[in-house]
């Protein structure tokens, strides 16, 4: 919905699980600027029965996450299309994954403070996708001097993001 607002003239900017480059978006007027790129993990409650379990069936348990979008870039694993709770509110799906026996995937940065706080614990060895988020707006946008700002700050954040992620 997004992405056709953007392309009608109806937003300037948008930011947010998209991919850079996905399609002739130059030729419709629109600049894409990737913003962060990162592997996706599984987690779970950290008393979850999958971490006790011996040789565990990963795609046994219930699974939440948000819809699949434009933002993964590798082909998904199979059996992880399955969704039984499907939702792009993270603050949602974290909170039903630490109170049932829900798994949840993402990119790890959304889970940081629960796995800091040892509430969340990574899955190993579980099926991972590609994630990615992109910064797109009409080019003729740049020139208005909120859009520029916007964008300026956008790719300040990403490059203190990556900047502090490098030695992961």
Not at 58 to 82: C, D, H, K, N
Not at 118 to 130: C, D, K, Q, Y
């Amino acid at each position: 919905m997004l992405m056709e607002q953007l392309k009608v003239g109806t937003l300037d900017v948008i930011a947010g699980p998209f991919g850079a480059g996905d399609s002739n978006l130059e030729e419709e007027g629109i600049t894409s600027i990737d913003l962060i790129q990162e592997r996706t993990v599984n987690v779970a409650r950290a008393d979850h029965p999958i971490f006790v379990t011996r040789n565990p069936n990963f795609l046994e348990y219930a699974y939440a996450a948000p819809p699949l979008q434009g933002t993964i870039a590798s082909p998904v694993p199979r059996g992880l299309e399955r969704r039984r709770l499907s939702s792009d509110n993270y603050t949602l799906l974290k909170k039903v994954v630490l109170e049932t026996d829900y798994i949840c995937g993402g990119p790890r940065e959304i889970f940081r403070a629960e796995l800091e706080a040892g509430a969340l614990r990574i899955i190993p060895n579980t099926p991972s996708v590609e994630w990615r988020s992109a910064c797109l707006f009409q080019t003729e946008a740049l020139e208005t001097p909120l859009v520029k700002l916007f964008v300026e700050v956008l790719l300040e954040c990403r490059d203190h993001y990556l900047a502090s992620h490098e030695s992961r």
